[in-house]
C-alpha cells in the first residue's frame, strides 16, 4: 500500500519536481552519463531509483512552450481573433462551438505558414537528420524563416514599442533585434490587425440589426427583441455572399 502511495504521488508530481529541478540547475557531478537521479521511492526494505536522461528532460520541457509559440509566432493569434469577433457580429453565442472555430484556425495557421514550414524542413531539419549541422545550427537556421515571418507582419511602431521597454536603441539592425522584442511586437501587430478585420466584417451586421430595430420600432413592437428577428437575416445574407469563404480569403491576403 505505501508503495503504491509513493508511486501515485511521484506521478502527480513529476512535472513540478522537473521544473524545480530546472530552475534550481544542476551541478557537474548528478550529470552523469547513465542518466540524472532525480527520485528515489522506498518501501522500507527495498530502494528504488528514478532516472531520466537530461536530453529527454530538455526536450519534454521545451514541448511544453509548444502550444504558446503556435500561438504567439504563428498567423494562429489573427485568425482565432477575427472568427470570435465574427461570431459575436453574427450575434451567435456558441456555434460554431470554440473547438471548432480553434480546427479552423488551426488548419489556415498550417496552410499559411506552409512555405515558412518547407524552409524549416529543409535548411534545419533533413541537415540536422543527416548529421550535416550541430543541433545549435539547426535552431539557428529554423529561427531564420520564422523571424522573417514575423517581421513581414510586425508594424513598425509596435516594433519601437517593444524596443523601448527592453531599454534597446531604436535605430539597430533589424538583424541585429532579439527574438524577444520581435516576438511580443509581432503579438500586438496580430491584435491590431485582428481588430482591424473584425471591424469591417462587423460593420454590414451592424447595420442589419439597426435596420430591424428601427422597424420593429416603428411598427410598435417594443418587448420583441431586435436580436431575435435580425439573426435569421444576418444568416442568410452571409450564406448568399458566401461569407466564409471571404472571411478565409480576406484572412489568406492579410498575410500577403
Known amino acids: 500500500m505505501d508503495r503504491k502511495f509513493f508511486m501515485e504521488t511521484a506521478r502527480r508530481f513529476t512535472p513540478w519536481l522537473v521544473l524545480s529541478l530546472l530552475l534550481l540547475g ?29 536530453q529527454i528532460l530538455l526536450l519534454m520541457t521545451a514541448l511544453s512552450f509548444l502550444p504558446a509559440f503556435i500561438l504567439m509566432a504563428t498567423s494562429f493569434t489573427r485568425i482565432i481573433v477575427v472568427l470570435a ?25 498550417i496552410l499559411i505558414m506552409r512555405p515558412v514550414w518547407s524552409d524549416i524542413y529543409d535548411n534545419a531539419f533533413l541537415p540536422y537528420d543527416n548529421s550535416e549541422i550541430t543541433l545549435m545550427q539547426a535552431f539557428s537556421n529554423a529561427e531564420k524563416p520564422v523571424r522573417n515571418f514575423m517581421l513581414a507582419q510586425t508594424q513598425q511602431n509596435s516594433l519601437e514599442q517593444m524596443l523601448r521597454i527592453a531599454n534597446e536603441p531604436l535605430d539597430q539592425k533589424v538583424e541585429d533585434i532579439s527574438f524577444a522584442v520581435i516576438l511580443p511586437a509581432f503579438v500586438i501587430s496580430e491584435l491590431k490587425t485582428a481588430f482591424q478585420i473584425g471591424f469591417m466584417l462587423f ?54
Open 26 to 54: 544542476f551541478s557537474a557531478s548528478s550529470l552523469a552519463a547513465d542518466g540524472l537521479s532525480f527520485l528515489t521511492v522506498s518501501d522500507g526494505q527495498t530502494e528504488q531509483e528514478y532516472s531520466v536522461k537530461l
Open 85 to 109: 469577433i465574427l461570431r459575436q457580429a453574427l450575434g451567435l453565442q456558441q456555434s460554431p462551438p470554440n473547438r471548432v472555430l480553434v480546427g479552423i484556425a488551426l488548419s489556415l495557421t
Open 203 to 256: 460593420i454590414p451586421f451592424l447595420i442589419v440589426d439597426l435596420v430591424v430595430a428601427s422597424v420593429l420600432m416603428a411598427m410598435g413592437m417594443m418587448m420583441l427583441s431586435p436580436l431575435i428577428v435580425s439573426l435569421p437575416f444576418k444568416l442568410v445574407i452571409f450564406v448568399l455572399v458566401d461569407g466564409w469563404a471571404m472571411t478565409v480569403g480576406t484572412l489568406s491576403a492579410s498575410f500577403g
